[in-house]
């Protein structure tokens, strides 16, 4: 991970990257010494900082809370005054705090092991330049919109080994046909359509990727129906030259390699996107559409 070697410069442009990734049904707010971080924010573009700026006398650590509006449980974030400086070997580690009204203790302590899961993860990566704002942008407010949608995060629980991706019956019962489909695009960067593709996977259930920058690549897998309701959300945002490639029934030779695996994930290169089609079995999908072959990108 590369980090600033002055952890307050470090820290304003990480929180300002989640303060401006927020959508707009949540919410992010200090907890500690509120109007003077945000003045931080607001103008560290054009702050004087550097990299050997001494941190302010008197100003407390960073403490914020991201929210989901309605959510009856919601995120507090203590942040280190050295973070990130030895993050990845266990030091200077933020402390995400679930919080919670009219929740059980149970979900609590649930949501709770989510939150130190998904930090592992995001640690583990080695293009976590800014850890915190993978963990809160890609993992845990998709979570909680999923939870959200099935009335979860209001309803406590006892059992223990309960998992996000079993928050209940989609309101589209899965079909016994397996159904995949491939877009590509002009690009896709956008924080929030990327956002919607991660919480559109797990609240209908399905399996796939987008592959990020120029061009733009999606492609998933799930049961029929749910798999439709994703493509008219997909087509439903604003895009430059989006062209639906595919949908059809996944053969069943090539379906399930990994049965208990389902996941969404992100690629920046278009080999990431040919290694993952080959691990599936089903490299031939992207290559025919011209992805990867030799002299071409996206074909147009």
């Known amino acids: 991970m590369v980090a600033h070697s002055d952890p307050l410069t470090h820290q304003i442009e990480e929180l ?39 941190w302010p006398e008197s100003l407390s650590n960073a403490r914020f809370e991201v929210k989901v509006e ?8 203590d942040v280190p005054r050295a973070y990130p400086l030895g993050v990845s070997q266990g030091k200077n580690v933020p402390v995400v705090s679930v919080k919670c009204e009219d929740v059980g203790r149970e979900e609590q302590e ?36 999923a939870a959200q949608e099935f009335s979860v995060v209001s309803q406590p629980t006892n059992d223990r080994s309960y998992a996000i991706s079993d928050t209940g019956p989609s309101s589209h019962p899965p079909s016994s046909t397996i159904y995949h489909v491939l877009f590509t695009s002009h690009h896709l960067i956008s924080p929030q359509k990327r956002r919607s593709l991660h919480q559109w996977s797990t609240s209908l259930s399905l399996t796939g990727f987008a592959k990020l920058g120029y061009p733009g690549v999606i492609y998933a897998e799930g049961p029929r129906e749910n798999l439709e309701e994703f493509v008219a959300n997909v087509k439903a945002m604003q895009w430059l030259a989006l062209r639906l490639r595919f949908i059809e029934p996944l053969p069943k030779e090539i379906q ?15 080999g990431e996107v040919v290694q993952e089609m080959r691990r599936l079995r089903r490299k031939q999908y992207v290559l025919e559409m011209g ?9 147009k």
């Open 16 to 54: 300002n990257l989640i303060k401006c990734s927020v959508l707009p049904d949540e919410l992010f707010s200090f907890v500690l010494d509120a109007d003077r971080w945000s003045s931080l924010l607001d103008n560290y573009l054009d702050s004087a900082l550097g990299e050997t700026s001494a």
């Open 70 to 77: 309605q959510a009856k449980l919601w995120f507090e974030v």
């Open 110 to 145: 649930r949501w709770q092991r989510i939150v130190e899961t998904k930090w592992k993860e995001v640690i583990q990566s080695e293009d976590a330049q800014y850890p915190l704002h993978v963990l809160i942008y890609l993992h845990l407010l998709p979570e909680l919109h």
């Open 256 to 270: 399930a390699v990994n049965p208990g695996e389902r996941r969404w994930v992100e690629f920046e290169k278009v």
């Open 291 to 299: 992805i990867g072959s030799v002299g071409a990108g996206v074909a």
